[in-house]
Structure formats: structure tokens, C-alpha cells
């Protein structure tokens, strides 16, 4: 009977192999599944995240528009946010920020090396001014050009 009990014991080691491979795929598959269902989440949440920022701008353009009498016109919906803004110089909230500011480098001749600069002549004094010239084909003056003397209300 030993060729029935070696048969057996192959029968349940193969058996138990396949239940040991079935458990390692299904485990595979779970992992899997619990990795796509995280990145898928994530990607919601950006994708919520842009949404909601999208609906609060919708809002306050909607906002801005109402506040005008309902005239939608580029000023209105500008954007008036701190990033279309164009700014320069140190601001509040950017004047501690712990960074020290060093002078920019200047590349070429040093500073020291660099003759001054003679300072300009000044300038004479301007000539008299010369009186109007007429046009090479201008008409002469005649006194019936010349309508000061009339008056209008009549």
C-alpha cells in the first residue's frame, strides 16, 4: 500500500501547492487593487482641490459682476490676485525673511579701476528767440482775415 500513500501525499502536497499559489495571487491582486485605489484617491483630491479653487474664482467673478450692476467688463473680472499684480521693492510680508541681501557681483573691471566721470560743460545760456518765419508761399496779412473786431452775438 505504499504506492496508495505516496500518491496521497502527492495528491494533498500538490494540493496544498495550488492553495499556496492561489492565496500568493490573491494577495498579489489585493495589493494591486489597495495601490490603485491610494493614487486613485489621490488624483480626486487634486482634482477636488483644483475644482474647488476653480468654483471659489467662478464665485468671486460672479461676486464682482453683481457689484458692477451686472456688467461683466474687463475691469470687473481682472484678476486681483497677489500673483497678477506686478510688484517692486520689498513688500511687508517679504521684508523679514531672514535671507541677508548681498550686493550683485559685477563681473569685468573692478569698481576701484574704473576712472570717474568728468562731469559735463555747462550748457550757454540759450540765444534770444528768433522771431516766427512765415512759409515760403504763406498769404499775406489782409484785414479781411482778420475778425477780432466783429462780434458774433448779432
Known amino acids: 500500500m505504499s504506492s496508495a500513500e505516496d500518491r496521497y501525499r502527492a495528491a494533498i502536497s ?3 501547492a495550488a492553495a499556496r499559489e492561489q492565496d500568493e495571487q490573491r494577495g ?12 486613485a484617491r ?3 483630491q487634486q482634482e477636488l482641490a483644483a475644482a474647488q479653487k476653480y468654483a471659489e474664482h467662478m464665485d468671486e467673478l460672479n461676486k464682482r459682476k453683481q457689484s458692477a450692476g451686472g ?10 490676485s497677489r500673483e497678477a499684480l506686478m510688484e517692486f521693492g520689498v513688500h511687508e510680508e517679504e521684508a523679514d525673511t531672514g535671507y541677508t541681501n548681498y550686493p550683485t557681483p559685477s563681473y569685468g573691471t573692478p569698481a576701484a579701476a574704473v576712472p570717474p566721470r568728468p562731469e559735463p560743460a555747462p550748457e ?4 534770444a528767440p ?3 518765419r512765415r512759409g515760403r508761399h504763406a498769404r499775406p496779412l489782409d484785414d479781411e482775415d482778420d475778425f477780432s473786431s466783429t462780434s458774433w452775438l448779432v
Not at 456688467?71 to 486681483?80: I, Q, Y
Not at 550757454?124 to 540765444?127: I, K, L, N, W
Open 14 to 16: 500538490t494540493m496544498e
Open 28 to 39: 498579489l491582486r489585493e495589493r494591486r487593487v489597495a495601490e490603485a485605489q491610494a493614487e
Open 42 to 44: 489621490a488624483g480626486m
Open 71 to 80: 456688467w461683466a467688463t474687463e475691469k470687473t473680472l481682472a484678476d486681483k
Open 124 to 127: 550757454p545760456p540759450p540765444a
Open 130 to 132: 528768433e522771431p516766427p
